[in-house]
Nanobody, 125 residues
């Protein structure tokens, strides 16, 4: 199973982007999904998480009100919609998924067993 993240790019402050993360290699429905990011010189941090059915969504304080995590289980794809981007959002963004049948959400990187390769988001001021 592979996760393929896409949708990053160079944008200006205030712009929007939509990141996608698609599953390939095997048909299965993951449990929780998460989006993380890592800026140069900083640790990887969680941005948003979503439960298996999409009924629970939680965000880092830096993302609340601007980012929306979603998923389409029929397409086996997760998304991160980012609005009003700021220079501080510049980072490599990673998608992650956990093989689970529960409705839990997962907040830390070590709780995920599948990762995408990362997509660069650069926000200029």
């Amino acid at each position: 199973v592979q996760l393929q993240a896409s949708g990053g790019g160079l944008v200006q402050a205030g712009d929007s982007l939509r990141l996608s993360c698609a599953v390939s290699g095997r048909t299965l429905t993951f449990g929780g999904w998460g989006w993380f990011r890592q800026a140069p010189g900083k640790e990887r941090e969680v941005v948003g998480v979503i439960s298996r059915a999409g009924t629970r969504r939680e965000y880092a304080s830096s993302a609340k009100g601007r980012f929306t995590i979603s998923r389409d289980n029929a397409k086996n794809t997760a998304y991160l919609h980012m609005n009003n981007l700021k220079p501080d959002d510049t980072a490599v963004y990673f998608c992650a998924a956990r093989r689970s049948v529960t409705g839990s959400v997962y907040y830390t990187a070590d709780q995920y067993d599948n990762w995408g390769q990362g997509t660069q988001v650069t926000v200029s001021s």
